[in-house]
């Protein structure tokens, strides 16, 4: 894969991979049919999965334990010929194994008898359309009323074609050495919106599902949308088919992997009116900020531009001298914009004549890399799988009722651009919606929709990010001195762990970035070379459970069935023989899995030239093998040598933290990947934010509006050194305790969003590692003038992950104690307003923590001390 992985991702592809292996298996032994789906949420990356399955399915897949599958043919299936071009690009995009010979578009010239093993085949509905010369001769109809007995190669084809569509699948299906997949793209489509429709005439797809007339079932279906709802449904019904359980991504992972923007800004006119042209030319200005903000980053990263889009939507029925009085509007707004920076994508696929301008048309999937256009009309949500990372700003002229609308090409516009969040930048972590016909009621209707949606077709639910009505902009407050910004910096945050990346991969990662930076030359032959002297010191320390591993290396086991014809008695008699050549080669493969196939090679080398005793190379390399794949047998080899490989890492991190983060945004985020691979959570530097937006006000129960308080001295503040705060009143009250302390003098409130600038604790609940964010962070001025840092967590009891959550703080202040002048957790634990605090720098009380079973018990004990608030 040309991408890493995130851990999502990963696990989701070893799911899948799990599910094709279990229905493969099924098929060949019990003729069984199988289907399972795997949903994601829009911007999650299902086809670069879908890239990770397909190399791991022809290729194999150390990883995931995989070789090759010979027999494996796909066929990709949806209903957009638009849309299998552009996931065939995105595929190469993101695959360094797949080729264009692998992916073949299945055209009306195809003549083949079958589907070969090891390609990918990309169909669409209008392919198998009576009209398409693909199934000319063939009725799929009248075969079902035949009850499946017509000869199909009997019927008359006028195009003289020898095969249709329909017997390549049949031919394919029936070849023992071939095993069918279909992968359903936007699986939810084709399968009727009601469960009625199962009873209705079959749409293709359900024909490709459950075969028609005597073509049989494709024998393994994998669906893969945002909405699984109908083809779930559809595969309950499914004739003979039966289904494996559906892998399913947490939308709040893929929120905090940084693949999707962080918020949704959506701004409204404050009074009633027409406000079509203000908004417009608001939208202009936003895109035009955005525009410079990319150029300043991109400049400083040496990245290539990224070049920002607004999309301006409109109603189904446009009237065109109003657009063109839009387009005015445009005009005036960026006198520089150009009319080769405009197009639409209308069903009316041609240019268009909109007032005074010609607006040419582009097709969907071009927009994203054709960044001559910088703004595009639009109507509905462009096309079903489109989506373009760069659009960052949008202007509907929809009606408030038209929400759905909104909220359909919203969800077309959550990729971050670079597939990766922008350290401490919010601004160039959102999208923004400008409504003009909208108000502060119904616009709730859309932030509703967007964060709680019910996960539908008309109802994408993009929660776990921020919707902002009407936000205010925070930059670093230009009162908080350097001494104060360094402290916070220095402060350690924690990644969770990604589970399933291999010690040697991981060390050899770490090399590959080390020396593509100039850091460390010659780190990937440095790492092996350290690698080499770690399976040198296995050979001697494991040596008698070795040479027990090599003996079974190079015999063969085996039983004789001997049977009388006389006596009619039947008798087993075991046999031993010599491993030759091509078993020996079979077990060393098997090991380089285990070892790691890069290193098994070097390895290899490495023995052979050390091996005085061999006649020839060849004889030397053989040796090798043999010796490596008896290493692997051993059990006890691979912990040892996993234990050095994440020593090694570990070490190299430590030793050039430094340098690794003066490095770009970029490059830091390919090393913090690389800590993310370890089994345990990993310490990392927060980051200085650099532009946030926040609400200033707050929703009243009775639906008003209230003016959020705002506190001076905080880190980030608007253009008044202020910072408005949306906090219950425990937490209030926490806060105007802790800024009346002598010698106070600045204070952080921590997002709750996964972010860089956000401290993160590890703790681990139900087996699983998680991460909590402590409210805040307050710096003190000691009598010598220094920086103090103290963090204070009012801490909610009532809830079960309250005492993991407190011994993650607990594993975290014993580990980083020295930090902090101050770790204090507090909570009210009889509801009494009487406060109690938890010292977490105190050795007795991380002890009572430890052991505790209870949280509201360990506040009421006698390790916790009464908080006295202001």
Not at 163 to 192: C, F, Q
Not at 716 to 721: N, T
Request: include cysteine.
């Amino acid at each position: 894969m040309k991408f890493t992985l995130k851990d999502y991702q990963t696990e989701a592809v070893a799911s899948v991979i799990k599910n094709l292996h279990k229905a493969k298996k099924r098929w060949h032994e019990d003729n069984d049919t199988n289907a399972f789906s795997l949903t994601a949420t829009t911007g999650a990356g299902k086809t670069v999965m879908a890239a990770a399955v397909f190399e791991a399915l022809f290729y194999g897949e150390d990883d995931f334990d995989i070789e090759p599958d010979p027999t494996a043919t796909v066929i990709w299936f949806s209903d957009d010929p638009s849309l299998n071009e552009q996931t065939r690009f995105r595929l190469l995009e993101a695959s360094d194994k797949l080729n264009y010979s692998d992916l073949v578009v299945v055209e009306n010239t195809f003549s083949s008898e079958c589907f070969e093993p090891g390609k990918i085949y990309f169909l669409n509905t209008q392919k198998l359309s009576k009209k398409s010369l693909l199934v000319r001769g063939y009725d799929p109809d009248a075969e079902e009323a035949k009850s499946g007995q017509a000869d199909l190669l009997s019927q008359a084809r006028p195009d003289l074609r020898s095969h249709t569509v329909w017997e390549v699948l049949k031919n394919t299906i029936d070849n023992p050495d071939s095993t069918l997949y279909l992968v359903l793209d936007e699986a939810h489509r084709g399968m009727g919106s009601t469960a009625s429709d199962a009873s209705k005439k079959s749409t293709i797809v359900k024909r490709l599902i459950n075969g028609a007339g005597s073509v049989p079932p494709i024998p393994i279906v994998w669906g893969i949308s945002a909405t699984v709802e109908r083809f779930d449904q559809a595969m309950k019904i499914a004739k003979g088919r039966d289904t494996i359980a559906n892998v399913v991504v947490d939308s709040k992972r893929v929120q905090e992997s940084g693949l999707l923007k962080d918020d949704i800004v959506l701004e409204i006119p404050h009074d009633t009116g027409q406000f079509d042209t203000v908004l417009l030319r608001r939208g202009v200005e936003k895109l035009r900020e955005s525009t410079e903000a990319w150029q300043t980053y991109c400049e400083a990263e040496g990245l290539k531009p990224i070049v920002p889009l607004m999309v301006l939507q409109v109603p189904n029925k446009p009237n065109f001298d109003d657009l063109g009085k839009a387009l005015d509007t445009l005009f005036e707004a960026w006198p520089d914009l150009k009319s080769s920076n405009i197009a639409h994508v209308f069903g009316e696929r041609t240019n268009l004549k909109l007032g005074n301008h010609t607006v040419f048309h582009t097709e969907p999937q071009r927009v994203h890399d054709e960044q001559e256009i910088k703004v595009l009309l639009a109507k509905d949500a462009i096309s079903t799988g489109w989506d373009c990372p760069r659009a960052e700003v949008m202007v509907s002229f929809r009606p408030a009722k038209d929400k759905t609308h909104i909220t359909q090409l919203l969800g077309r516009m959550v990729r971050t651009p670079l597939a990766r969040r922008i350290p401490g930048n919010e601004r160039l972590n959102a999208v923004h919606c400008l409504l003009p016909f909208y108000d502060k009621e119904n616009v709730k209707a859309v932030a509703e929709a967007l964060m709680h949606g019910g996960g539908t077709e008309t109802e994408p639910t993009l929660g776990g990010r921020r919707v902002l009505i009407n936000p205010a902009t925070l930059e670093p407050n230009p009162l908080i001195k350097e001494d104060v910004w360094a402290s916070f910096t220095a402060l350690p945050s924690q990644l969770l762990p990604q589970h399933m990346s291999k010690p040697v991969k991981r060390l050899t990662a770490l090399a590959h970035e080390l020396a593509q930076d100039n850091l460390l030359s010659d780190a990937g032959k440095k790492a092996h070379t350290e690698m080499h002297k770690v399976l040198n010191a296995a050979l001697v320390r494991f040596k008698d459970e070795i040479n027990t591993a090599r003996k079974d290396v190079m015999t063969v086991e085996g039983v004789s069935l001997r049977a009388g014809l006389g006596d009619k008695k039947m008798s087993f008699d075991q046999f031993v023989e010599e491993a030759d050549f091509v078993v020996i080669e079979d077990t060393y493969k098997k090991a380089a899995r285990v070892l790691s196939p890069d290193l098994s090679r070097t390895y290899a080398e490495h023995l052979a030239d050390n091996n005085d005793d061999a006649f020839s190379r060849e004889e030397a390399l053989l040796e090798s093998h043999i010796e490596i794949a008896a290493l692997s047998l051993v059990r006890d080899v691979a912990e040892y040598l996993n234990k050095e490989a994440d020593d090694l890492t570990t070490k190299w991190l430590n030793e050039y933290r430094v340098e690794i983060k003066n490095l770009s945004d970029e490059r830091q985020d390919s090393y913090r990947q690389i800590r993310e691979m370890s089994k345990e959570p990993q310490d990392i530097d927060i980051l200085k934010p650099r532009t946030w937006m926040h609400h200033t006000k707050a929703l009243e129960a009775d639906g008003s509006e209230s003016i959020l308080p705002t506190y001076s001295n905080h880190l980030m503040s608007d253009s008044e050194g202020l910072f408005p705060v949306e906090l219950n009143q425990w937490e209030l009250k926490v806060l105007e305790t802790e800024i009346s302390r002598s010698g106070f003098d600045s204070w952080y409130r921590n997002p709750e969003r996964a972010s860089q600038d956000s401290l993160a604790i590890a703790y681990i609940e139900a087996e699983e590692y998680k991460l909590l964010r402590p409210d805040f962070i307050f710096f003190v001025r000691k009598a010598d003038g220094s920086v103090a840092v103290d963090i204070v967590d009012p801490h909610g009891i009532h809830l079960s992950d309250a005492l993991p959550k407190l011994r993650g703080l607990a594993e975290y202040a014993e580990n980083h104690k020295s930090m902090f002048r101050r770790i204090e957790s507090i909570a009210d634990p009889n509801n009494k307003g009487q406060f109690r605090l938890l010292d977490l720098t105190n050795s007795k009380v991380r002890e009572a923590i430890f052991v505790a079973t209870d949280a509201k018990l360990l506040f009421n004990s006698d390790v916790a001390e009464n908080y006295q608030t202001s």
